[in-house]
């Protein structure tokens, strides 16, 4: 069977969502419009920062050729809450 393709692909789910980072000093929620970063070898450097293990942003603390060098790169992982 094959697929016609004046189909349009299914758009993306959106669904409201909460997040808390839990930590041993502390708990902090994660908010619309934060990036959480984490690096595997902290003290790496890219777009600029040295990383920290776990770092979280608001996102119009970075600028967006920041985020797309970061997004690029295998050590680091970033997670964009919206």
Known sequence: MS???DEKPAAPRTEMM???LL?????TE???GTILVTCVSPGFRRAGIAHERL???ARDELEPG???AMRQEPKL???EFV
């Open 30 to 32: 994660l908010k619309a």
């Open 3 to 5: 697929r016609k393709t």
């Open 23 to 27: 930590g041993a000093a502390k708990d």
């Open 18 to 20: 909460q997040a808390r």
């Open 55 to 57: 770092k979280i942003w």
């Open 66 to 68: 920041q985020i797309e």
């Open 77 to 79: 992982t970033l997670i």
